[in-house]
């Protein structure tokens, strides 16, 4: 009892502190750019319409229909506690197994556990959508392996429609669809005595699951193929444009035109190129993500950190196995296998980052559980049993506490909280173009369009009529800087057509992007900074304009 007493405490702890890091405004990227953005967009439309100029307005919302009732209550800061409450519903779901798999300790250590894993505070506190997909993927392989005990076609039919809500919640549920469905008929067959088994029910249960998923995801399919012509849209687009005609082809078009540039496929090509890592490195990449390498934000450092101990305690388990009933080997060989080929896909993508990794984490933490009860059976009982059991949970909870007061020093709450800082001096100093999106939401009339140039989409904060450059398509400035003969009286011509009164650059970018061109387009764009931009406010590095032309 007090092992439960000190990791209930514990848990109380974590949560209490995800809920404090929660409750400043939202300053993450993608919730800049996507998540929040797009709910936005459809409120102040009156509803859900196509936005073709933003291709993430594509992506599957269950959770962006969240964050818009939370918008349309007046709170972007509730979305935090919503995305919080997949973590929460995660523990809950690991709890339940590992009760039942192990014992009550274990269920309460894998839920403080996963709780305080680095990577999941991050999301925890951030407006994503990840920890959504971490939770149906999680109820999708524990409900077949309850579905394997019962034989009940609902606990077959709920496990293939959480996973078609995953899908329905972040794109990657379809690779979590793909090795699920490969997956129920290896354990429909496994889980049967020699002699009954057989390959139709099986391949008929696949069916059944995959049915039930795509059924859950059809909402989302469907408003794209209604949009585009793809279910999937943007993903599979060179696929579905030979089924389409113009004006989506046209649209594909400028999609691969953007894509040019990310040629380097593989992760060790890419990090090679990048960061000049050597074989040893490269080797030992699997291993890295593990460790205290990887930090946040930089995805030289694989954009986020997990545990040492979701590495070391699983392969104890491996290392360790004992003879155990067929249902706990099942369930052990699948959630390693489903970890395996997740990690497999995410490392053969090119981009190897913590966050595309997390689905995998539920059952690590379940793994993990069980490679420390087997060092516990081995220690036997008394002091060395308690020994063994202690080291490791004050360790690995130590290595997530250490990371939670990182986040209080640098998500700063308490700033906020205590009205030291407002909502706009605290967003000020958390996103660097905050001052200049505050210039523009007070000081220009509502009837200007800007043009953001270098601004990376970050949308949210600005309430005047906007659009930004696309990277790569012809029909945006850098384009009309680069072609040959064009003067600064065709570029504002251009501008007047689009209906862009002014610009926000980010002039560091801009002018490192510059550099690597011609004279003749350095020349063209100082001459229509000198003489037809007027700058209206500036900080830091950057610029808002308006246009003279």
């Known amino acids: 009892m007090k092992r439960q007493h000190f990791l209930q405490a514990a848990l109380a702890l974590v949560v209490l502190c995800i809920a404090v890091l929660a409750c400043t405004p939202p300053f993450s990227r993608d919730a800049l750019i996507h998540h929040l953005q797009v709910p936005k967009l459809y409120l102040q439309h009156g509803g859900m319409h196509e936005l073709p100029e933003l291709f993430f307005a594509y992506y599957p919302m269950n959770l962006g229909l969240l964050y818009m009732a939370a918008l349309w209550l007046g709170s972007d800061i509730l979305p935090k506690y919503i995305h919080f409450s997949f973590a929460l519903a995660t523990a809950l779901l690991l709890h339940w197994h590992l009760r039942r798999r192990l014992s009550s300790s274990h269920a309460w250590l894998g839920a403080v556990f996963f709780l305080s894993i680095p990577v999941i505070v991050k999301l925890s506190i951030t407006v994503y959508v990840d920890l959504g997909l971490v939770f149906f993927s999680t109820a999708a392989l524990l409900l077949l392996f309850r579905w394997l005990e019962t034989k009940r076609l609902r606990d077959l039919l709920l496990a293939?429609?959480?996973?078609?809500?995953?899908?329905?919640?972040?794109?990657?549920?379809?690779?979590?669809?793909?090795?699920?469905?490969?997956?129920?008929?290896?354990?429909?067959?496994?889980?049967?005595?020699?002699?009954?088994?057989?390959?139709?029910?099986?391949?008929?249960?696949?069916?059944?699951?995959?049915?039930?998923?795509?059924?859950?995801?059809?909402?989302?399919?469907?408003?794209?193929?209604?949009?585009?012509?793809?279910?999937?849209?943007?993903?599979?687009?060179?696929?579905?444009?030979?089924?389409?005609?113009?004006?989506?082809?046209?649209?594909?078009?400028?999609?691969?035109?953007?894509?040019?540039?990310?040629?380097?496929?593989?992760?060790?090509?890419?990090?090679?190129?990048?960061?000049?890592?050597?074989?040893?490195?490269?080797?030992?990449?699997?291993?890295?993500?593990?460790?205290?390498?990887?930090?946040?934000?930089?995805?030289?450092?694989?954009?986020?950190?997990?545990?040492?101990?979701?590495?070391?305690?699983?392969?104890?388990?491996?290392?360790?196995?004992?003879?155990?009933?067929?249902?706990?080997?099942?369930?052990?060989?699948?959630?390693?296998?489903?970890?395996?080929?997740?990690?497999?896909?995410?490392?053969?993508?090119?981009?190897?980052?913590?966050?595309y990794l997390v689905p995998m984490v539920p059952f690590l933490v379940i793994l993990s559980m069980h490679g420390l009860h087997r060092l516990e059976v081995l220690a036997g009982t008394g002091r060395l049993a308690a020994a063994v059991w202690l080291l490791p949970v004050i360790l690995m909870l130590t290595w997530n506490g250490l990371y939670i007061r990182q986040q209080f020093a640098k998500v700063d709450p308490f700033s906020y909280l205590s009205g030291r800082l407002s909502r706009d001096e605290y967003l000020a100093k958390q996103i660097p173009e905050y001052p200049l999106l505050q210039h523009i939401n007070s000081k220009l009339p509502k009837s200007v369009k800007i043009f953001c140039i270098f601004m990376g989409r970050r949308g949210y904060y600005i309430d005047r009529p906007h659009s930004f450059e696309e990277p790569g398509k012809a029909d945006g400035l850098m384009a009309w800087l680069k072609q040959p003969g064009m003067t600064a009286e065709q570029i504002g011509q251009r501008l007047k057509e689009k209906g862009f009164s002014h610009l926000l650059i980010r002039r560091d970018l801009l002018y490192n992007q510059l550099r690597q061109e011609e004279i003749s387009t350095q020349q063209l764009w100082v001459n229509i900074e000198q003489r037809h931009l007027l700058p209206l406010a500036s900080h830091l590095y950057y610029t808002l304009y308006q246009t003279s032309f």
């Open 160 to 355: 293939g429609f959480c996973c078609g809500l995953g899908i329905g919640t972040k794109y990657n549920g379809l690779l979590v669809l793909f090795l699920l469905t490969f997956m129920v008929p290896l354990l429909f067959i496994r889980a049967q005595k020699q002699q009954q088994r057989t390959a139709f029910p099986a391949v008929k249960a696949a069916a059944i699951f995959c049915f039930a998923a795509l059924f859950a995801a059809s909402p989302w399919l469907i408003r794209n193929a209604v949009w585009t012509g793809n279910p999937f849209y943007p993903l599979y687009n060179s696929f579905f444009s030979s089924f389409s005609t113009g004006q989506q082809a046209d649209t594909d078009s400028d999609n691969e035109e953007a894509k040019q540039d990310s040629t380097v496929r593989g992760v060790f090509a890419r990090r090679y190129l990048l960061y000049r890592e050597n074989i040893w490195q490269l080797l030992l990449l699997p291993v890295r993500i593990f460790f205290h390498e990887a930090q946040d934000d930089d995805p030289r450092y694989f954009d986020g950190r997990l545990n040492p101990f979701l590495l070391l305690l699983p392969l104890t388990a491996l290392l360790l196995l004992k003879k155990a009933d067929r249902q706990a080997r099942l369930e052990q060989a699948a959630m390693t296998a489903f970890c395996l080929l997740y990690f497999l896909y995410a490392f053969n993508t090119g981009v190897l980052r913590i966050r």
